[in-house]
């Protein structure tokens, strides 16, 4: 069965310091592969996707996330972490039948 | 912006009611789903439509049904609810035929006491 795995459950950095949010999954094929932003009290807002092609994809905000499938990996990057990107993450695989599962969250914290 | 509604935004009920939650959405879309999402857990899928009267399960859906009548919308029921079902609810629509990704709408809240 398809699975993903956000190592991180919280982290913090600082405002202006690099950001990686790591993500694994587990998919027999190759995946159709997202990460989702979670404001507090907001729905999920698409970050970024990877369907094929290009392994480095780019997304809003400033965020990008690169396909590795020796690893079975999509981390999330960002060069320079602004207080507004304070939020939950999460990353995502397509899976069979029209589906996403889910990730379980990374919390970003920004201290200034 | 997705053009998908969720009613009510917030609701406390007793356990043992039925509950109903009902998706909008305004563009037409043929898959709509719904989500449940608690702390650790991420989201989890409920149920899903993939047209008028076509739904199926997903991975948590004990104590849950849905219709899907009209094309815009997507109702999720709760027959009786229970302490578990306390959550936030979110809908989503899969806006293209290729590929997976989802636009989600608001949430609702749900606490069952």
């Known amino acids: 069965a398809q699975s993903v795995t956000q190592p991180d459950i919280h982290i913090t950095v600082s405002e202006g310091a690099s950001l990686e949010l790591r993500c694994n999954y587990s998919y027999g094929a190759t995946p159709y592969l997202f990460w989702y932003v979670q404001s507090p009290g907001q729905g999920l807002q698409l970050l970024l996707k990877y369907f094929s092609g290009d392994t480095l994809v780019q997304g809003i905000k400033g965020f990008e996330a690169e396909f590795k499938r020796s690893q079975s990996s999509f981390n999330l990057r960002k060069p320079s972490v602004h207080w507004s990107d304070a939020a939950e993450y999460f990353c995502?695989?397509?899976?069979?039948?029209?589906?996403?599962?889910f990730g379980a969250g990374t919390i970003l914290r920004v201290k200034s | 912006d997705a053009g998908i509604t969720q009613s009510p935004r917030h609701k406390v009920t007793e356990t043992g009611t039925p509950v109903t939650l009902r998706c909008h959405q305004t563009e037409n879309h043929r898959y709509m789903y719904w989500y449940r999402q608690d702390p650790g857990h991420g989201l989890r899928l409920i149920h899903y439509?993939?047209?008028?009267?076509?739904?199926d399960k997903g991975e948590v859906s004990d104590g849950y049904s849905v219709s899907r009548s009209k094309t815009e919308d997507f109702l999720l029921t709760l027959e009786s609810a229970t302490s578990s079902q306390t959550s936030v609810y979110f809908c989503?629509?899969?806006?293209?035929?290729?590929?997976?990704?989802?636009?989600f709408g608001p949430g609702t809240r749900l606490t069952v006491t």
């Open positions: 995502a695989v397509g899976a069979g039948g029209n589906k996403l599962v």
């Open positions: 439509s993939y047209g008028v009267k076509d739904t």
């Open positions: 989503a629509i899969r806006k293209r035929q290729k590929g997976y990704e989802q636009y």
